[in-house]
Each structure stands twice: as structure tokens, then as C-alpha cells.
């Protein structure tokens, strides 16, 4: 079991860049492979970025390589998201999720434990 929480979200204008972190309780962090996803109003929730449990791989979804990093911490028990040159397609909230499994996971189901989300806007 880990209880996740994310924080960092707000507003920005086009161009800008925020910090998205996760918290994770308990002490099996390191266990856990980790991805950020995002949901936009009226659209399907999509994998943004995921970290195999050591940080060794990484995947980017088309749209964010090389504006967005995902790096994580396992001696904080932290993940976060990097994101740069924000565009308003970027809005929606985001959540951090972990799985049991191996590598970089890119799809919802395969994430067993979800954080509450939160709103990232970005103005034109």
C-alpha cells in the first residue's frame, strides 16, 4: 500500500513553467514503478511521463518530449514533473500513480494507486 499525494499545480501563461511534485507514504517507495497522467475536460485520462522504480528508463509522450522531465527522489519518497514551455494544451489536472510492476507502464490500468490530482492551467 502508498498513499499519494500531488502538489504544484496553478496557473501559468503560455511559455512558462511549473513544478509538479508526489508524495508518497511508507518506506517501499523505491518498489513501485511511477508515471504522471493528465486529464483534460471531456477527454480521456493519458499517460504524460512514467519512471521505472530506480529512475534507470523514462517515457515521454509525443507531446511533452523535450519540454517536460520526470525525475524522482526514492530517498524522499518523491516523484516530480518538470514542466517547461507550457502551451494551454497542457491544461488539465494531473495525477501521479504507481505500480508493482517492471519499467515504464503507459497505461491506466496497469497503475494500482492514484493521488488525488491537481489542476494545471495554462493561459494563452
Known amino acids: 500500500q502508498v498513499q499519494l499525494v500531488e502538489s504544484g499545480g496553478g496557473l501559468v501563461q503560455a511559455g512558462g513553467s511549473l513544478r509538479l511534485s508526489c508524495a508518497a507514504s511508507?518506506?517501499?517507495?523505491?518498489?513501485?514503478?511511477m508515471g504522471w497522467f493528465r486529464q483534460a475536460t471531456g477527454e480521456e485520462r493519458e499517460v504524460v511521463a512514467a519512471i521505472s522504480r530506480h529512475g534507470t528508463y523514462t517515457y515521454y509522450v509525443d507531446s511533452v518530449k523535450g519540454r517536460f522531465t520526470i525525475s524522482r527522489d526514492n530517498a524522499k519518497n518523491t516523484m516530480t514533473l518538470q514542466m517547461n514551455s507550457l502551451k494551454p494544451e497542457d491544461t488539465a489536472i494531473y495525477y501521479c500513480?504507481?505500480?508493482?510492476?517492471?519499467?515504464?507502464?503507459?497505461?491506466?490500468?496497469?497503475?494500482?494507486?492514484w493521488g488525488q490530482g491537481t489542476q494545471v492551467t495554462v493561459s494563452s
Open positions: 511508507g518506506r517501499t517507495f523505491s518498489t513501485y514503478g
Open positions: 500513480a504507481a505500480h508493482g510492476g517492471l519499467g515504464t507502464q503507459l497505461r491506466a490500468h496497469q497503475y494500482d494507486y
